[in-house]
């Protein structure tokens, strides 16, 4: 029990906040096993005996989806775990994903007033502690949703990520019944084939969608909506009453420099399917192979670039360079993912921008780069980045993967017609996800660009629940 | 699961192979792909539809055996089930209002390049096939061009053991030169296909070819498809695999090809000595 005063009410804890225990950077950089190890009861118990419980609880408003992160916090302190999850659930499904990869830094903890004073309540970490007692238990011990009255309504969800699979949980709970479509032969969007095993371990992926199918989710791979069967089918056909649309934004942009298509130069979406998805790293005892390169260069500063850098170096680079073309501090990467990098061995190279890419025999031998300097803010606020005259040099390289950002898909809105579009591809929609075509909802990526899981989560909850507003309304 | 319901040895490494895929059938137009998987753990590789049948659900491809994937393939019988097949996949092949065509069919590519004439005719084309092989045994589909309306069939072998001895640029540049032929289409290996819009290009005679870029989804998502095409990288899965034979940068497509040779190798030597011991 957390210690009380005189008058009976409990008194925080002082303690620094409770360090994440992780495995030895030497160690982890050899093998894909995950890389931070997760509280333990204890730790959790004395990470949430920080938390204030403020009378006005700023670190909700920092959440995209409002998860009532104080009275989880409290479950925690009572030792009610069950309860804890149930909180966190429903606001949101997946907590052991979210309590992994959402940057904590930036919203809920970037809100707690302790952070004002530099170390705020570790919430991520707590959420993946819930998060991880809830995939502990059985199947049937696990807390899950009351799935509504049959509705009598059937909807389809396009793509099997954050979106589609926030969107399924919600609508089933609603009594509606509910079929994914995904056009892999794995279901989980990023979470499958982009997001490494290191980071978040494919049998929790496999456990939430295992959740799903418990509430009566239908799930259908390899199925391509454009192709396999158009949006007219499903609605027309198939008898679909509605459709969410969350086909994120895959399409790989490259850096349109000389030397791109030599072999040895990969996007980081091909890398990272090859090693994820089909799981490359077990090569010749899995059928895909990919390269493993000794000397490789990464181009970027996402979470992208970030995993690719990891991933090269876990498949035996002795070298694995990073090459952004700002600053550090303008990496969109999450820093714990900087700092993990650079505990296991990433070579930054800040300021640095890719000219050529150049090789021999038609394999890359090396990238001529050359530094920049910050200038003024461009209209994204921050500083762009300008060449500096006669800096150009080459980094020795046998491997360039390339994860400077993705594009909308155009596989599906080309099939679709009637649905409007952006001039860049991607779908347009009102605040609650409705689309240009009666009956057509959207969210995550292909909405927004590339965003995060946890926005993609909330888009498909919300279009979830205009869906259902829409099918009660048309009657 | 895709159940598997028709198997047939066309030569010593070529199959047909037919599926229950009836969601498939209903969309495929000739020139598109599709992608299998044949087991769990397997590697998706990309086949194109060489039949299908809507009322009966089914879709058949042709695949030559090269690696450990088709191998494993070429054991799988019909009651066996393939665990992913999707699709279809890819642009379908232009076939209306080409007038006269020469369709050429190298090596396995005769495979696609069956459907490819068959609906050239349905658009009410007049079409002369070209099939060229290394040697005789391997010449395949022979009979079923046989039976088809053809202007005509022109079989090419390199050592003469059937048909006229050469290459199939020889008979392209004789209806080229003669004015005989308003488009070309070489579907087969990329030094063939270059060499044949080569040709083509001499005579002024348009020259579609179907490229077999080396695939990981096949629907735009990884970028291992790309392909040069007059100067522009394309997406092969989403952009192709039809393109323009003039526009294609063949000696970058061969060498993208060759990005796994050595490992194809590994994983084909250690599945054979797998093989072995079950033996
Ligand atoms: C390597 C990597 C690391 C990342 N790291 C983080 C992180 O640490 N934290 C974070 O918050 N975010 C991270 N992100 C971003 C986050 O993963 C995405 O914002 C999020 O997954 C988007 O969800 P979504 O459901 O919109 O799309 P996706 O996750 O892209 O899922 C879309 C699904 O739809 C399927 N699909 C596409 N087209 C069709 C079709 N026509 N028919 C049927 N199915 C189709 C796709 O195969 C896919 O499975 C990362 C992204 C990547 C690539
Ligand atoms: C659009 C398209 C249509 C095709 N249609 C046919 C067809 O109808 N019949 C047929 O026999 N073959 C076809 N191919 C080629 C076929 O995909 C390869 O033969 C097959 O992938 C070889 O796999 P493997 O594991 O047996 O051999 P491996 O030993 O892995 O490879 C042998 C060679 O096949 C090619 N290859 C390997 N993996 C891939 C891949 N994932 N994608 C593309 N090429 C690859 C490479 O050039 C490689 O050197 C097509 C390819 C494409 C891109
Ligand atoms: S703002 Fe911080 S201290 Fe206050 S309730 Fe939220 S987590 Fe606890
Ligand atoms: S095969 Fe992945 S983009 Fe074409």
Known sequence: MPPVDASGRRRPSRAPRTPMPERDPIERARDFEEVALGYSEEQALAEADRCLQCANPTCIAGCPVNIDIKSFIARILERDYAGGVAVIKERNALPAVCGRVCPQEEQCEAACVLARKGEPVAIGRLERFLGDFDLACDLEHRCQPEVGPDSGYKVAVIGSGPAG????????????????????????????????????????????????????????????????????ELMGEQGF??????????????????????????????FLTRVNLMRAYEFPKADTPVRRGRKVAVVGGGNVAMDAARTAKRLGAEQVFLVYR?????????????????????????????????????????????????????????????????????????????????????????????????????????????????????????????????????????????????????? | MFPIVHKRQLSES??????????????????????LRV?????????????????????????????????????????????????????PTHVEGLGRVAVVGGGVGTAVAYPVARAMLEAGNEVTVIVGARTKDLLILIDEFEEMPLKDLIVVTDDGSAGEKGLVTAPLARLCQAGAIDHAMAIGPAIMMKFCAQTAKEHGVPCMVSLNPIMVDGTGMCGACRVTVGGETKFGCVDGPDFDGHLVDFEELMSRQRVYSDMEREADAEYSKECRCHL
């Open chain 1, 326 to 475: 700002r600053s550090e501090e303008e990496m969109p990467a999450r820093r714990e993912e900087v700092h993990h990098a650079r505990e296991e061995g990433i070579e930054f190279k800040m300021l640095c921008s890719p000219q050529e890419i150049v090789g021999k025999d038609g394999w890359v031998t090396g990238m001529v780069v050359t530094d920049m300097q910050l200038g003024e803010p461009d209209a994204s606020g921050r500083r762009s980045p300008v060449c500096v005259v006669g800096s150009e040099h080459t980094i020795e390289c046998d491997t360039v993967i390339v994860a400077v950002g993705t594009r909308a898909n155009p596989l599906l809105t080309k099939a679709t017609p009637g649905l409007e579009v952006s001039s860049r591809g991607y779908v347009l929609t009102d605040d609650e996800g409705a689309t240009s075509l009666p009956g057509v909802f959207a969210g995550g990526d292909i909405v927004t660009g590339s965003a995060t899981v946890i926005l993609a989560m909330g888009a498909g909850k919300r279009a979830a629940r205009a869906i259902d507003r829409y099918l009660r309304e048309r009657g």
């Open chain 1, 241 to 270: 009453d509605a459709v969410f649309i969350g086909v994120g934004a895959g399409l790989p942009v490259f850096l349109g420099v000389p030397g791109e298509n030599l072999n040895g130069v990969y996007s980081a979406n091909e």
């Open chain 2, 14 to 35: 070529v199959f047909e192979m037919g599926v229950e895929a009836p969601q498939i059938a209903r969309k495929v137009r000739a020139g598109q792909f599709l992608m």
């Open chain 1, 165 to 232: 699979l926030a969107c399924a949980g919600e609508l089933r709970r609603f009594g509606h019944a509910v079929t994914v479509f995904e056009s892999l032969h794995a279901p989980g969007g990023v979470l499958t084939y982009g997001i490494p095993e290191f980071r978040l371990p494919k049998t929790i992926v496999a456990a939430e969608i295992e959740a799903l199918a418990m509430m009566g989710v239908e799930l259908v791979t390899d199925a391509v909506i454009g192709a396999t069967y158009t949006l007219d």
């Open chain 2, 39 to 91: 087991a769990e753990g397997g590697e998706r590789i990309p086949l194109t539809f060489s039949d299908w049948s809507v009322e009966e659900g089914w879709i058949r491809f042709i695949f030559m055996r090269v690696g450990k994937t088709t191998h494993l393939l070429s054991h799988m019988e019909p009651g066996e089930a393939l665990a992913d097949v999707v699709g279809p996949l890819g642009t």
